[in-house]
């Protein structure tokens, strides 16, 4: 099994916070695991970037994302730009910061068509 299938293979925690976020070291271990994901400047967030043909597909995969989010009841950041252009941004509100469910949830989005 992929690292990246195991990350996908898991499950969110509930986070509430009173957990320190990942330090930059670790941020980069579990980058490596999701490929299309990109370190935000200031290290609190990942965020992925796609364009699809049309609006209607990238409002449909919006919605794919949405609803694997609320599946995992962790919740990122989704814009809709220039119509067919998709970014998504993970953060933990909670703790001001990237934890393991980010890189989880990043991972199951990977799978996502």
């Not at 670790?26 to 970037?49: C, H, N, P, T, Y």
């Not at 919605?63 to 730009?81: I, S």
């Amino acid at each position: 099994m992929s690292t990246d299938s195991q990350l996908a293979s898991r499950r969110c925690k509930p986070c509430e916070g009173g957990v320190e976020p990942l330090g930059p070291e670790q941020a980069r271990m579990f980058l490596g695991q999701v490929e299309e994901w990109q370190l935000s400047d200031d290290g609190r967030s990942i965020f992925r970037k796609r364009s699809f043909p049309n609006f209607l597909e990238a409002l449909s995969y919006l919605n794919r994302v949405g609803g694997l989010a609320e599946e995992e009841q962790h919740h990122p950041d989704l814009h809709l730009v220039g119509y067919r252009n998709v970014r998504i941004e993970l953060t933990t509100h909670a703790i001001g910061g990237l934890s393991e469910n980010d890189f989880i949830l990043a991972a199951k989005i990977d799978r996502l068509t």
